[in-house]
């Protein structure tokens, strides 16, 4: 068998890893197998979620060769689920020992995972357990989709209905290999395009990018302020993508794609929860129709940021809607298994570092 040629990696150096090939590259590595093998494979992979080891219409020697060949790029480091089992969070540690996060999350309506894109990230938000600990490297495209086939396995017999892009790093650093993951996730795992959400903390070449793309996903903003003094401080890459020009590229996705905006508000104590800071928002929401998520700030361990207390979290939203805003409470999942982005590899490094407390 031919050795797989992978466009996009990360790096020349790294490995093929089992979900890394497009199903022309798979081919490639079939020299000499009948073609229906590479359905069988595609099918057993995607469709079923088997494990190539488990693919069993295919002989046991091709099994152990393709297994060989194209190593699983994610080995679980730590696992935590939730009291009430609706919420689990994984950390990953990959083949150059980088780690990463990912969370499934059941609900009545839907079942959701959120994924990684990057290890770590360079964006730098201020009250962010990931933005804290910088930025290590890009994801490989198999290395997105395995986080959702690991977790498509966990989730069983539901089925994972939602995939947003909204875990460690900024998808829209990380462009090509994200909407290749995207592309997968869509046509061989059959999510629908309605389905998927990108979240950017307002990268607007990536925003604009997208608008150009066949898929129609969701797009959603981690906004967190609505004046740029403010956000410069929280998002320092306002300072690059003031929000004049972010509210101006989101006006274009939404007359690209016709689709509902979202805007992501972690509310932190004191610094942007005030009845100003509700009506800021109020008024870009109205000029793009957008939907409101607040998130009440999970504690980091190893960095001081509060969250607003639920009582002030309530007045926020009621405050939003009496401005005719639609806003909703994301439900503070799993605060004892640190799932929020980023917390549960830096509790490990705080384990791992008692310096760091």
């Not at 798979?26 to 995607?46: F, K, N, T, V």
């Not at 290890?119 to 997105?144: H, K, N, P, Y």
């Not at 089925?159 to 993951?181: I, K, L």
């Not at 992501?264 to 008024?283: F, H, K, Q, T, Y």
Request: glycine share 6%; aromatic share 6%.
């Amino acid at each position: 068998m031919t050795q797989i040629q992978v466009v996009g990696r990360h790096s020349i150096d790294a490995p093929v890893l089992r979900y890394d090939p497009t199903r022309d590259e798979l081919a490639a590595h079939l020299e000499g197998q009948p073609r229906y093998r590479l359905d069988q494979i595609w099918e057993g992979l995607y469709k079923q979620g088997s494990d190539l080891e488990d693919i069993s219409n295919l002989p046991k020697s091709l099994r152990q060769t393709l297994s060989e060949a194209l190593p699983p790029a994610l080995t679980p480091e730590a696992e935590s689920v939730s009291r009430d089992g609706q919420t689990v969070k994984w950390l990953w540690k990959l083949h150059d020992g980088h780690m990463i996060e990912t969370v499934l999350m059941h609900y009545r309506e839907r079942t959701t995972v959120c994924v990684s894109t990057q290890a770590g990230c360079a964006m730098a938000c201020g009250f962010c357990a990931t933005g804290q600990s910088g930025f290590d490297r890009q994801l490989s495209v198999g290395e997105i989709v395995e986080q959702v086939i690991r977790a498509r396995a966990t989730s069983a017999p539901r089925r994972v209905s939602n995939v947003v892009f909204m875990g460690m790093g900024e998808p829209f650093a990380n462009y090509d290999r994200t909407w290749a993951a995207l592309q997968r996730l869509h046509d061989d795992m059959g999510i629908s395009a309605r389905h998927l959400t990108v979240s950017t903390v307002g990268v607007i070449p990536g925003i604009d990018r997208m608008a150009k793309e066949d898929l129609p996903v969701n797009l959603a903003v981690s906004l967190h302020a609505a004046n740029d003094t403010l956000r410069d401080q929280l998002v320092p890459i306002n300072k690059r993508y003031p929000i004049e020009q972010l509210v101006s590229a989101c006006a274009r996705y939404l007359a690209a794609k016709n689709r509902r905006l979202s805007f992501e508000w972690a509310l932190i104590d004191g610094v942007n929860d005030s009845p100003d800071d509700a009506r800021e928002l109020a008024a870009i929401c109205h000029r793009l129709r957008a939907h409101v998520n607040l998130i009440p700030l999970n504690p980091t361990p190893g960095y001081p940021t509060r969250g607003t207390p639920g009582e002030g979290v309530e007045q926020f939203r009621e405050e939003l809607e009496q401005q005719g805003v639609n806003a909703t409470v994301r439900r503070n999942r799993g605060t004892e298994i640190d799932a929020a982005c980023g917390q549960l590899r830096a509790s490990r490094q705080v384990i791992d570092n008692p310096k760091r407390r």
